[in-house]
Structures are given as C-alpha cells and as structure tokens.
C-alpha cells in the first residue's frame, strides 16, 4: 500500500514537471490493475479516478441515491424537518441541538452558540452520504466528531442560514 | 440476511451475506473489506436495529447486525 502511495506520488511530481507524462495510463500499467479494479478504495488515486469519483459524487443518481437512503436513516421528526427545510437536527448529549446543512463545507451548525463545524468525509460522496455520517458521528460518536471537526465561531454566514435557525428554533419549541 | 453498506461515491456499495454457504464468498468480501476499512480510519454503525434499539457503533465483524453503514474515514474541512 505504502508502495502504491508513493508510486502514484511520485509520478504526480513527475507529471507537473512534465506535462507530456501519460500518468493515468502508466499508474494503471505499472500498478497491475486493470478495468474497475483501479478504482478502488485503497489501491491509490489517480488523477482520472480523482476526477470520475468527485463526478459520480455529484451526479443525480448517487445523490437520489444517497438521499433515499438518508431518509430511511432519520426518525420520524428529522426526515420531516428535512422535507420542510432541507435540512434537520440532531440532539447531541451534553452539547444541544446541532442542524446539518446540505452543503459540504461548515456544514453543521450549533442552535445554541451559532457555530459551525466542518467534518468532511475523505472520500467523495454525496452531500445526502455526508449529512447521513454526520448524523450517525454525532449520535452515536460525537466525541470523534468534534475532535475531527474545525470549528467557526462566527454566527452562520448568510440571511439563509439566519432565517433557518429561526424558523427551525421555532418549530423545536 | 445482513447488509453492509459502505458510503461512496456512487451514493453506496452494498454486500449482502449470512451464515449459509452459498453467500460465503461474499461473507469474506465483506469482512475483509469491513477490516480493511476500519484498519484505515472508517467508523462503522449498526442501524435499523428493531425493537426501538438506537443505532450503535460497532467494530467487530462478528457483531455486525441486520444492516451496517460504514463510514470512510472523516477529516476536519
């Protein structure tokens, strides 16, 4: 593995030294792999397999994917804020209520103070695969979350999120 | 029957399995990648658990349930 890493590494500084360098071709020949098998998870990234996942991650069919099984993941008051507003809240022993936003970046916002904590996943998956891990860290491994999570302290960053926090504030009362 | 997901880019991958043998080389696909992944930084959870049992994190195979999502490892954005 580490082998594989450092190979597809050093081809990358070689491959900005040298425009011309068919990178993606030779990773492939020299790793040994040949048709799906260089996609996998732990087999090293090239950058044609970068580009193909970060597109499937954002196609329609992962995300209608992606969603359908986010829903079937929430209770009951979570999948109706999440048709209501888009998003939905999470109760986090000790910490409040935190929102999951769907978007990718500070994403999860804190009711009580207004922070917003960003914890991505490394690999590219669709924002409905995010908010579902976010949701699953958060209630059942928050300790993680947080220490993973960047924090911002400033008070959401738009009218959008403000009217959001509002209006779910109010249905949670 | 048990299903493993593991989150992706094409929303998830799916293995199903049991104890039976027909299903014994996807058993060893799934404990193999289910190890694999946590060995590099995953997070698995037991979900749909039945009988209003929370979702639970989980990292023994042979305590894996009816439906398990397996998470790639997360980073701070």
Known sequence: ?173 | MKTLRILDSSGDRVIDFDETEPTALARREARALFERMLASGSTAFKVNRGDGRPDEKVTDFSALENETIVVPRVVGG
């Open chain 1, 1 to 173: 593995m580490i082998g594989l890493r450092s190979g597809w590494l050093s081809r990358l500084r070689r491959l900005f030294r040298d425009p011309d360098d068919d990178f993606d071709s030779r990773w492939g020949e020299r790793a040994g792999l040949r048709g799906g098998l260089g996609r996998n998870l732990d087999m090293g990234y090239p950058i044609r397999a970068w580009t193909e996942q970060a597109a499937a991650a954002r196609s329609q069919a992962s995300e209608l994917r992606a969603r359908r099984l986010l829903s079937r993941m929430l209770n009951a008051d979570q999948r109706r804020e999440l048709q209501q507003h888009g998003c939905f809240t999470v109760k986090v022993r000790d910490r409040g209520i935190f929102c999951i936003l769907p978007r990718s970046t500070f994403n999860v916002l804190s009711l009580e103070t207004g922070a917003a904590y960003c914890c991505n996943i490394e690999a590219f998956v669709p924002i409905s695969d995010l908010m579902l891990a976010q949701k699953l860290l958060l209630e059942n491994d928050a300790d993680r979350f947080f220490a993973v999570a960047n924090r911002r302290a400033e008070v959401c960053a738009g009218s959008w999120e403000e009217e959001l926090v509002r209006s779910l504030g109010r249905s949670l009362r």
